[in-house]
């Protein structure tokens, strides 16, 4: 394995930095601030809650549809810098533009075009690994954009923080503050992305035929996908492992600030402590890619899926900001290793031609989305009048993603 990272990985590694300057955005500012809209149209903390968490839901549902078909799309030969372009300036665009929405129904609808857009960059982002790293690099590649999108997006995160927090006193109005966050946000998404469609390359394609037509070639070699998948157990059950396991960890990452706010927590600590969850993932992520190096990423990706489980139980108790800070810091640990090693582990796992396929299929199980997790919290959390339950149901997720994927790793193995 070479220790030096290539001018390529490097420039994958930078969308990581760019795109989670939005993760950040999504999980701290964008449910404060809907918040404010919320309040300023009557709707109750419950309410709230339950309204971003179907928005978040809606969102995905719209991925679940267009990853697979993208994805697909996108392995045609030369097709998936093009479409992955499109889809960081749309959502991109959609950022920018919430920052000037002050009624909280417009603002959830262009949220959630900005979600889906961004969720389906990250479809082709991932299936670009194989282009851009060796069978040997995935793991460390894999959790390097990780660590450092975790790091980088604290940048422009602090920027906001400076301009939404300390505007007022320096007699900046809080909806110019507001704006000029969310294009902050947007222009260093763009900027982060630029290398990358500068030196990426497409190695790893399918060939476009005379007869090519996209729209019907592309749902045929869907079909065919989706026979072959069920035929490979391994690959199948990892699908359904991580249906529940990401599902319940991006809906933590979606719904923390949210969670937090209908507490009637700080909104100030809430996004110092997030701020302190991106810090503590970095050297998390970096720890265990280099763990892969020395143990069984089976058992690495078990260890962090029962971690999960004991923070979704501990959100049964919180009722302070203190613990808060220490379920932030919980999160950092174990989100991005992971995240990283699921991705490294997929793209072992699958063909290399036809990654874009396979990636969109796997964002139907949780890349960005989070479905079963934002509903479950939404009608748990409006059916028990709490939202410290809401939150502890993902236990749920969590056990039954460690159970399949028991299952599919020892398939895989023998």
């Given at each position: 394995m070479k220790t030096k990272l290539s001018k390529l990985e490097k420039s994958w590694i930078l969308y990581d930095v760019g795109n989670s300057a939005f993760t950040l955005l999504?999980?701290?500012?964008?449910?404060?601030?809907?918040?404010?809209l919320a309040e300023n149209s009557a709707l109750s903390s419950v309410d709230y809650l339950a309204y971003f968490g179907y928005a978040t839901s809606i969102a995905t549902l719209c991925v679940a549809v267009l990853g697979p078909v993208l994805g697909t799309l996108s392995d045609t030969k030369n097709f998936k810098r093009n479409i992955f372009?499109?889809?960081?300036?749309?959502?991109?665009?959609?950022?920018?533009?919430?920052?000037?929405?002050?009624?909280?129904?417009?603002?959830?609808?262009?949220?959630?075009?900005?979600?889906?857009?961004?969720?389906?960059?990250?479809?082709?982002y991932d299936s670009m690994l194989v282009d851009v790293a060796t069978n040997d690099d995935f793991d460390r590649v894999s959790?390097?954009?990780?660590?450092?999108?975790?790091?980088?997006?604290?940048?422009?995160?602090?920027?906001?923080?400076?301009?939404?927090?300390?505007?007022?006193?320096?007699?900046?109005?809080?909806?110019?503050a507001m704006i000029s966050g969310f294009a902050v946000v947007a222009i260093w998404w763009?900027?982060?992305?630029?290398?990358?469609?500068?030196?990426?390359?497409?190695?790893h394609y399918i060939e476009k035929s005379e007869t090519f037509n996209a729209l019907t070639h592309t749902f045929r070699r869907l079909y065919q996908t989706l026979k072959s998948v069920k035929q490979q157990k391994h690959i199948f059950l990892f699908f359904i492992a991580y249906f529940f396991y990401i599902d319940g960890v991006y809906t933590i990452i979606d719904m923390a600030t949210a969670y937090g706010t209908a507490l009637g927590l700080d909104a100030t600590g809430l996004l110092l402590a997030l701020l302190v969850t991106q810090i503590v993932a970095f050297p998390s992520s970096i720890i265990f890619g280099r763990l892969c190096n020395r143990h069984d990423i089976g058992k690495l990706i078990r260890i962090c899926i029962y971690a999960y489980c004991g923070i979704a139980i501990y959100a049964l108790f919180l009722t302070q900001q203190w613990q808060f800070w220490l379920l932030a810091v919980a999160v950092g640990m174990f989100q991005g290793g992971i995240q990283a090693m699921s991705r490294s582990y997929f793209t072992k796992i699958i063909p290399a031609e036809k990654s874009g396929e396979y990636f969109g299929l796997l964002d139907i199980c949780g890349k960005g989305a989070s479905f079963?997790?934002?509903?479950?919290?939404?009608?748990?959390?409006?059916?028990?009048?709490?939202?410290?339950?809401?939150?502890?149901?993902?236990?749920?997720?969590?056990?039954?993603g460690l159970f399949f994927f028991n299952k599919a790793y020892k398939l895989n193995k023998n």
């Open positions: 999504i999980s701290t500012i964008i449910p404060i601030y809907f918040n404010t372009m499109v889809l960081v300036i749309l959502g991109a665009a959609g950022c920018a533009l919430m920052g000037w929405i002050s009624h909280w129904l417009t603002f959830l609808i262009i949220f959630v075009i900005a979600r889906v857009a961004y969720s389906t960059s990250l479809v082709l959790s390097n954009g990780y660590a450092y999108g975790y790091i980088g997006s604290c940048i422009p995160f602090i920027i906001c923080l400076v301009l939404i927090l300390g505007g007022p006193s320096l007699g900046i109005p809080t909806s110019i763009v900027a982060c992305t630029i290398p990358l469609l500068k030196h990426y390359k497409q190695k079963i997790g934002t509903a479950l919290i939404s009608l748990s959390t409006q059916l028990f009048n709490s939202v410290n339950i809401g939150l502890s149901t993902l236990v749920i997720v969590f056990l039954l």
